[in-house]
């Protein structure tokens, strides 16, 4: 069965400590490998998307890497506005349609 | 660039009742997906439209969910009669034709009493 899993579930840094979010998946065949930013109340706003193994994004302070079997999500020098959940999102090769989520990671940047 | 719009943001109504929640995608986005995320679990793919057609409803959870998108623009999805465990938060996406990205709307948060 195709699993997205995230980690850690939550953390807390100070503002400029650099982290990584991790995203492990399990499809058959990855399509592509979405990230996502949520604010409280709101939808899932589009960062990334990554297609194949060894692929890197970037915006601002935020850098996505993808591997086989995972990806991750670098977060250089945050800052208290990047506080919010990063969903990471998967859709396999047969799928026309949906992506599966993962649970996410609420990210709090303290200043 | 207009984003997906969705409407009400919040609806609360009684079990057994009707609800129709509303969707308008970005303009030109032939294909259109509704998502819901219940309390305390992932955001779940419930269908999948290319224009007016659907392409894949293999989320939606019963015959109480009817999605329709008459002449390939907004849609709708209705739940009749809604029950408690269809309280959530109801995503709407929409995505360029051959595309991967799906732009997301801000979600109706439903509350069944």
């Known amino acids: 069965e195709d699993q997205v899993t995230q980690s850690p579930e939550a953390l807390r840094l100070q503002e400029g400590e650099s982290s990584s979010l991790n995203c492990s998946y399990t499809?058959?065949?990855?399509?592509?490998l979405f990230w996502y930013r949520q604010d409280p109340g709101k939808g899932p706003e589009f960062l990334f998307t990554l297609y194949s193994a060894g692929e890197e994004k970037e915006k601002e302070r935020l850098k996505a890497t993808l591997t086989k079997k995972e990806s991750f999500l670098h977060i250089t020098a945050p800052k208290p506005e990047d506080s919010a959940t990063y969903l990471c999102a998967v859709r396999e090769y047969s799928s026309a349609s949906k992506i599966i989520f993962g649970s996410g990671t609420r990210l709090s940047i303290r200043p | 660039e207009a984003g997906v719009t969705q409407f009400p943001s919040h609806s609360v109504i009684e079990k057994g009742q009707t609800v129709t929640l509303r969707c308008d995608p970005i303009?030109?986005?032939?294909?259109l997906y509704w998502y819901r995320r219940v309390m305390g679990k992932e955001i779940k793919f419930l269908l999948h439209f290319v224009k007016e057609s659907k392409q894949d409803e293999s989320g939606m959870p019963n015959n109480r969910f009817l999605a329709e998108r008459t002449g390939g623009t907004y849609s709708t999805l209705k739940v009749q009669p809604a029950e408690l465990e269809d309280s959530g938060v109801y995503f709407c996406?929409?995505?360029?034709?051959?595309?991967?990205?799906?732009?997301f709307g801000p979600g109706t948060r439903l509350l069944v009493l």
């Open positions: 303009s030109g986005h032939d294909n």
């Open positions: 499809v058959s065949g990855l399509r592509g």
């Open positions: 996406a929409s995505g360029r034709t051959g595309g991967e990205t799906q732009y």
